[in-house]
């Protein structure tokens, strides 16, 4: 949205200065979705921490697991996986 409004912008500036060149409307700061340390430092949008507590019952007759291999998955895939991965910004599921 802010390319379309900037791009609209630099319209009305061309009809005012007919001899103006416009190189380009990016900063190339726009990293929203890319890893960057800006990112990393910043963060994005919003932060949420949650916690829920799921009965070892549940977790065994919903999720077919238990706690321990969800703590074994996690370890493998948030943490070594992204390590091995090269994540920049953590180790998360989101990293």
């Not at 929203?32 to 070892?56: F, L």
């Amino acid at each position: 949205m802010i390319t379309k409004g900037v791009n609209e912008a630099m319209g009305v500036l061309l009809e005012a200065f007919p001899d103006m060149l416009v190189l380009g409307l990016s900063g190339n700061v726009c990293t929203d979705k890319k890893s960057a340390a800006i990112n990393w430092i910043n963060g994005r949008g919003k932060s949420v921490v949650a916690e829920a507590r799921i009965k070892g019952d549940v977790l065994a007759r919903v999720l077919k697991t238990d706690a321990a291999r969800m703590v074994e998955l996690n370890i493998a895939k948030n943490l070594v996986g992204s390590a091995m991965a090269g994540s920049i910004g953590g180790f998360n599921a989101h990293a």
